[in-house]
T-cell receptor, first 113, second 111 residues
Framework: DAMVIQNPRYQVTQFGKPVTLSCSQT?????MYWYQQKSSQAPKLLFH???????NEADTPDNFQSRRPNTSFCFLDIRSPGLGDTAMYLC????????????FGSGTRLTVV | QKEVEQDPGPLSVPEGAIVSLNCTYS??????FMWYRQYSRKGPELLMY????GNKEDGRFTAQVDKSSKYISLFIRDSQPSDSATYLC???????????FGKGTKLSVIP
């Protein structure tokens, strides 16, 4: 089945130690997103790629970076994680930003200790 | 005022009941309306999607959008314990990329 796959499912990292989360998709969608979801809160958009064009949300901390080497893969890099970055990180895809196929992966649960 | 308002519940119903989940929104530019189901520690799963006003039915689920009153609804018929999850309504404007979510309603279906 076509889908959005995130790895790893769970990640524990030390305060200040860089960490990379990965996302791959078989939907051939041209838009890929990274959302952060803290406990009992709605997901919050960090940034998105429209094809190769990177679009950062104004309030996304500089600590968060992203790479999209090709259509299928996207990475989230957290350069110096703080305790407040403990959250679920969700990758999503869509075709041209349309709502009908806006699909999320299962998420990576990141714990910073 | 948050752009999408949703009662967080929790909502508890007996198995077999009809469940009604609702959201209101304030942004007239919203064109796409989605309902996601999210189980604990999992990503949101797209349940229903509606473009503009109207109804859509898929099995036990019916989504309704009334743009005149800015009201979004999801009905679940013959609810099952496996429907126990958090339900998130979300809206998207034409040409926009960021989903605007409600807070989510936590639903428990009791056997």
């Amino acid at each position: 089945d076509a889908m959005v796959i995130q790895n790893p499912r769970y990640q524990v990292t030390q305060f200040g130690k860089p960490v990379t989360l990965s996302c791959s998709q078989t939907l051939n969608h041209n838009v890929m997103y990274w959302y952060q979801q803290k406990s009992s809160q709605a997901p919050k958009l960090l940034f998105h790629y429209y094809d190769k064009d990177f679009n950062n949300e104004a309030d996304t901390p500089d600590n968060f970076q992203s790479r999209r080497p090709n259509t299928s893969f996207c990475f989230l890099d957290i350069r110096s994680p703080g305790l407040g970055d403990t959250a679920m990180y969700l990758c999503a895809t869509s075709r041209d930003g349309q709502g009908g196929g806006y699909t999320f992966g299962s998420g990576t649960r990141l714990t910073v200790v | 005022q948050k752009e999408v308002e949703q009662d967080p519940g929790p909502l508890s119903v007996p198995e077999g009941a009809i469940v009604s989940l609702n959201c209101t929104y304030s942004n007239s530019a919203f064109q796409y309306f989605m309902w996601y189901r999210q189980y604990s520690r999992k990503g949101p799963e797209l349940l229903m999607y509606t473009y503009s006003s109207g109804n859509k039915e898929d099995g036990r689920f019916t989504a309704q959008v009334d743009k005149s009153s800015k009201y979004i609804s999801l009905f679940i018929r013959d609810s099952q314990p496996s429907d126990s999850a958090t339900y998130l309504c979300a809206s998207l404007g034409a040409g926009s990329y960021q989903l605007t979510f409600g807070k989510g309603t936590k639903l428990s279906v009791i056997p």
